[in-house]
């Protein structure tokens, strides 16, 4: 079947599903007449029997064409039909009984059961009251010679029934539409939202590109311009310039990074590279920045952390750098402290956590739980003085957890924050063949516990 026409395809298949359990309902009820026919004489048992055949025949033909059909128009009236003829041969199960009135039963039965299963309105379902009316009063008719035998009270209570079941199939109808209408708007509201998230998620992406590149210019130029014999007032202002664009860049990757996160294609590039060597780099490079808060910045890193694992350096190094940054940002005094320790060492894998402690300012615990979501900051009357954009922490948690790991916060307030990350890492070719070397010559275990790098 073609999917050119979704709303089309869908409003039929689920015409098919209606009528598919209309018919199984029909065929239940059949069958329980069927069973009751056994208390017939065998005379006319055997024609009920015969009856029941034809009609449990018809329900397996509605069941095969309800598969096949193709056409809506074509299901609708292949259902009319087929309620129409198990309504005339219920007609005939009366007369075959000798008393058509009780085929009333059958008839109100029938009825109700169309209106609240089978996938119409008033009008089919109009239809199929006016065959089982006709076919009723035919059966009265024909076995008692007159019409008369039907009393004017049975007469009104099956003609209300009926007309209640044609309001029944219209207020069905109406609900259906309406379903129908608001599953489309539901579904044209969505897609207008994805639209405009892809839309916003390539806008970011191309501007953050195009105000990364000057803003590298302007770095790089003010660097130069540094290098020079200058003055200390311009010396200063030069200074003040790199800063803010350093700052603002990190601002404009930390948006091309959230729109790379919402459109799913942050990566990781997975090299062999060394541990301690990024945790040196990242403390070198936020040294001046300790030194002139007159702040400790310390790394402590266990012994038995392999030489060499198999990771993306590049991203390991960003969310350390923006860890270590929110750290020294939010510490006024004491220390900040990279902590690397090994919990879960095995054969040819290792499970590494790295925590920064800080004696900074702290996060209270309502806060605590929400400080990785985007957006989102300490209270501003606290961190205005602070900036930022509130989704540094959360480019972290994604990255942790593209890296396989996950990331948790412990704070206090006036005490100190400490953010840790566990991950998983492949242990990397060096360090494989140093293990090979030592199995065969093994050394002295050295301490647990070394500084690695301080400043203060």
Request: aromatic share 6%; charged share 20%; proline share 4%.
């Amino acid at each position: 079947m073609s999917h050119d026409n979704g709303p089309w395809d869908e409003s039929l298949e689920s015409m098919r599903v209606r009528l598919r359990l209309g018919a199984w309902v029909i065929l239940l009820c059949i069958a329980l007449f069927a069973v009751s026919d056994f208390r017939e004489p065998p005379s006319v048992r055997a024609q009920l029997q015969f009856l029941r055949i034809v009609q449990f025949s018809a329900i397996a033909l509605a069941l095969y064409l309800n598969s096949r059909t193709t056409s809506r128009h074509v299901l609708l009236a292949m259902g009319v039909a087929f309620i129409s003829m198990v309504c005339v041969t219920s007609a005939l199960a009366g007369c075959f009984r000798g008393d058509p009135r009780t085929q009333v039963v059958t008839d109100l039965a029938l009825t109700l059961a169309t209106s609240a299963t089978l996938p119409w309105g008033a009008l089919p379902q109009m239809i199929c009251v006016l065959v089982a009316g006709a076919s009723m009063l035919l059966g009265v008719w024909w076995t008692y010679g007159t019409l008369a035998a039907m009393t004017a009270h049975t007469v009104v209570g099956v003609t209300a029934a009926f007309i209640a079941s044609i309001y029944i199939a219209y207020q069905f109808q109406q609900y259906r539409q309406a379903r129908d209408v608001a599953e489309a708007e539901l579904a044209e509201a969505r897609d207008q939202a994805l639209t405009s998230a892809r839309a916003k998620t390539i806008f970011l992406a191309n501007m953050s590109h195009e105000i990364r590149t000057p803003m590298n210019v302007i770095i790089g130029m003010t660097d130069m311009a540094l290098d020079a014999d200058l003055p200390a007032e311009p010396r200063e202002y030069l200074r003040r310039v790199r800063a803010s664009a350093t700052s603002l860049l990190g601002i404009i990757n930390d948006v091309l990074d959230y729109s790379k996160m919402e459109d799913g294609k942050l990566t990781l590039h997975v090299i062999d590279m060394s541990l301690r060597a990024t945790i040196d780099d990242v403390v070198a490079l936020f040294t001046p920045s300790a030194e002139a808060k007159h702040l400790v910045l310390a790394s402590i890193v266990a012994d038995e952390l392999p030489a060499s694992v198999v990771g993306d350096p590049g991203r390991l190094r960003q969310v350390l750098t923006n860890l270590v940054g929110n750290a020294l940002k939010f510490t006024e005094t004491g220390s900040v402290t990279i902590e690397v320790s090994v919990v879960d060492p095995v054969a040819r894998r290792v499970t590494v956590r790295i925590a920064v402690r800080d004696t900074g300012i702290g996060i209270p615990l309502d806060q605590q739980v929400s400080m990785f979501e985007r957006f989102t900051q300490v209270d501003t009357a606290t961190t205005s003085p602070y900036g930022g954009t509130g989704l540094g922490l959360t480019i972290c948690r994604e990255l942790v957890t593209l890296m396989g790991g996950q990331m948790a916060i412990e704070s206090t307030p006036d005490v100190g924050t400490t953010i840790w990350f566990d991950v998983a890492f492949e242990l990397g070719a060096s360090e494989l063949e140093a293990r090979v070397e030592r199995s065969y010559a093994p050394g002295k275990r050295p301490s647990s516990r070394r500084i690695v790098a301080e400043s203060k």
